[in-house]
């Protein structure tokens, strides 16, 4: 693999974006603490659908249940993206999980090594390549606001936090070689966009998604822990719900609704 990885390309993607309705305007700095901050905040402030957040480096980035991500500055994809959804947000976690394993397909790596563990977290390998981190907010008039957060890693190496790499990866570690970071953005962005603007204008997008993002899955039929603060259960991850909650088969032959929890 290459030593040398350039910055992030601003003129090229000026070039490519906006795509599917998403990535202008752009906010791009160095270093952005947390990109779904300032969205949030930009949202507030009246900032239109689109609004792209990016930064190459983000030392106070937030993971699902308060955890941080680990920051390989210059290595990752690190944004937000702004949306102002008419149906239920919890859509975008699934648009949003399939849009990234798209995006990964798409760079020539074999469909077959990509795949989700519910509810969101891209595996390449079994091991987690990419975060989603989605946070809406209630503006004036009712309105709400969501902001899909994506942290991707994408060149470098997770090798100095051995207990981390046991269970996660990078694009270029997995296939020996790095990776423009920017086709990976506007591929992500244009299925994001792609999803976003079927399930506003057709009521039968949602069976639509459901399925695809159903047959990305990798926790299905496997051995399942969750961990929902101090309850721990153990089954079989026996399915998904209409709206996309995890059915847990337990040893007692019951069946639990999971909505939220670390799966492993």
């Known amino acids: 693999m290459g030593n040398a990885v350039p910055p992030l390309d601003l003129g090229w993607l000026a070039e490519q974006l906006p795509i599917a309705g998403l990535g202008f305007p752009r906010i791009y700095e160095p270093v952005i603490p947390s990109t779904n901050t300032v969205a949030l905040q930009r949202a507030n402030a009246g900032a239109p659908a689109g609004t792209l957040v990016l930064t190459d480096a983000q030392p106070a ?37 399939l849009a990234v394993t798209e995006a ?39 309105r709400l606001a969501a902001v899909v957060g994506l942290g991707m890693n994408v060149n470098g190496s997770l090798d100095p936090w051995p207990e981390l790499a046991s269970k996660a990866t990078t694009l270029a570690a997995a296939c020996g070689q790095t990776f423009a970071r920017e ?6 962005l244009h299925e994001l966009g792609g999803w ?22 990798v926790t299905l039929g496997r051995p399942t822990t969750v961990h929902q603060g101090d309850e721990l259960l153990a089954g079989i991850a026996g399915g998904v719900t209409d709206e996309g909650a995890l059915l847990l088969d337990l040893p007692d032959g019951t069946r639990r609704t999971i909505l939220w929890g670390d799966v492993e």
């Open 196 to 217: 976003a603007q079927r399930l506003a204008a057709d009521s039968l997008a949602h069976q639509s998604l459901l399925a695809a993002w159903r047959a990305r899955l």
């Open 104 to 142: 990964v397909a798409a760079q020539g790596i074999a469909p077959g090594r990509v795949g989700l563990k519910w509810p969101n977290d891209v595996l390449l390998d079994d091991r987690k390549v990419a975060g989603i981190l989605i946070e809406t907010t209630t503006l004036p008039g009712n």
């Open 61 to 97: 980035g937030r993971g699902r249940q308060g955890r941080l991500w680990v920051t390989l500055p210059g290595q990752q994809i690190l944004l937000s993206v702004l949306l102002f959804p008419t149906y239920a947000p919890h859509w975008l976690v699934l648009a949003a999980g």
């Open 183 to 188: 086709p990976l953005i506007v591929a992500f």
